[in-house]
């Protein structure tokens, strides 16, 4: 497949720095990294790492602590007694 597309990107120098001293070990360049990257998303329809995003309940637990809400239990005893089975 020819390559007639250019992606660009904005990362802190530092980020960039220290990937491209990791790629250049590994032999690689960052050409390299991004066309691999976009490939394998491509082919597979997914990340080719794993990325965590709350469900809704989880979200909404944590919106609740964020706004104050929630429990808070000094002894593991006090929280079975608050939520039993």
């Known amino acids: 497949?020819?390559?007639?597309?250019?992606?660009?990107?904005?990362?802190?120098?530092?980020?960039?720095?220290?990937?491209?001293a990791v790629l250049e070990k590994m032999g690689l360049t960052a050409s390299d990294l991004i066309r691999l990257t976009f490939l394998r998303v491509a082919e597979e329809?997914?990340?080719?790492?794993?990325?965590?995003?709350p469900n809704h309940?989880?979200?909404?637990?944590?919106?609740?602590?964020?706004?104050?809400?929630?429990?808070s239990f000094q002894k593991l005893d006090d929280l079975f007694h608050r939520f039993p089975q």
Request: cysteine-free; aromatic content about 2%.
């Open 1 to 20: 497949m020819k390559a007639n597309t250019i992606v660009r990107a904005r990362i802190p120098a530092e980020t960039k720095e220290k990937a491209l």
């Open 45 to 53: 329809e997914r990340l080719p790492f794993a990325v965590a995003v």
């Open 57 to 71: 309940t989880t979200r909404e637990a944590m919106d609740e602590i964020e706004n104050g809400g929630g429990h």
